[in-house]
């Protein structure tokens, strides 16, 4: 018997798309969260596993490979993999007073492909690259490298010192300001670190610890198809100061894949 073809998936506009077409989140996205919150066991999370891989792992791995599509014309040295961008919904408990076993969000991370895609001080290849948060009342993108460890925090406050009129500029210029605000700032030190003179003209942005900048989005950016359009344009004001430090952290921008 010959096999048939798979039907398109019915949209929520009583249209149809492709199978391998994102979609948008689905309100479930959102629900099974909210659910997963009052009822964070690994009973729960195994009778509802089916109802996770389809409402958000699926379309998560679709929207990745999207916006990795994208990318490869925009920054082609910034990738995302279906499965490597993903972070692990179960959580690190081992240190932990909370022993819920599973993260109450969904994310994901494109990072350069020569770097690998650790991220925080625990790492020792990490770089920056663009991020997507999904948790119920908290959406968000952003890019940057978060918590880098010693080695390259030093190297980025280094290269800020000696080009603190270059780093300025990619944070302080217009389309920056219009679609960020300004770096993050948490976990910032109270003095300029050791080493550096408390009149430093590059003083304010060496008590940075990381190097981030996000914007919110709202629930209906995530119900959208056109989410991960969205994400690529944000993702694109943020290049210049993702390159930079990648570039003082030896991990330099590519014309192609």
């Not at 390259?152 to 603190?164: D, K, M, N, S, Y």
């Not at 969205?230 to 210049?240: G, K, M, N, Q, T």
Request: charged fraction near 25%; proline fraction near 8%; charge should be positive.
């Amino acid at each position: 018997m010959p096999r048939t073809a798979p039907r398109p998936a019915p949209s929520r506009a009583g249209t149809t798309t492709s199978p391998d077409v994102f979609p948008g989140f689905s309100p479930d996205a959102i629900r099974f969260f909210r659910s997963l919150r009052r009822h964070n066991t690994r009973e729960w999370f195994a009778q509802h596993r089916a109802r996770y891989e389809d409402a958000v792992l699926t379309p998560m791995r679709l929207m990745v490979e999207e916006v990795d599509d994208a990318l490869a014309s925009v920054a082609p040295e910034i990738v995302g993999d279906p499965r490597r961008s993903l972070f692990r919904i179960h959580r690190d408990v081992r240190f932990s007073a909370d022993k819920s076993p599973y993260k109450t969000n969904a994310a994901c991370w494109f990072f350069h492909r020569d770097a690998g895609r650790g991220v925080g001080q625990s790492v020792k290849t990490g770089a920056a690259g663009f991020y997507f948060h999904l948790e119920p009342g908290r959406y968000f993108l952003g890019g940057g490298i978060w918590m880098p460890p010693r080695p390259a925090l030093q190297a980025i406050r280094e290269a800020i010192a000696e080009r603190h009129e270059e780093f300025t500029r990619f944070v302080r210029a217009r389309a920056f300001r219009r679609v960020y605000g300004a770096l993050d700032d948490e976990r910032m030190l109270q003095r300029v670190p050791r080493g550096y003179a408390p009149d430093h003209p590059a003083a304010h942005w060496l008590r940075y610890v990381s190097f981030t900048a996000t914007r919110d989005l709202s629930e209906g950016d995530v119900h959208a198809r056109t989410l991960p359009s969205r994400l690529v344009a944000d993702f694109e004001v943020l290049l210049p100061l993702v390159r930079w430090l990648n570039d003082v952290l030896g991990y330099p921008a590519t014309e192609r894949r």
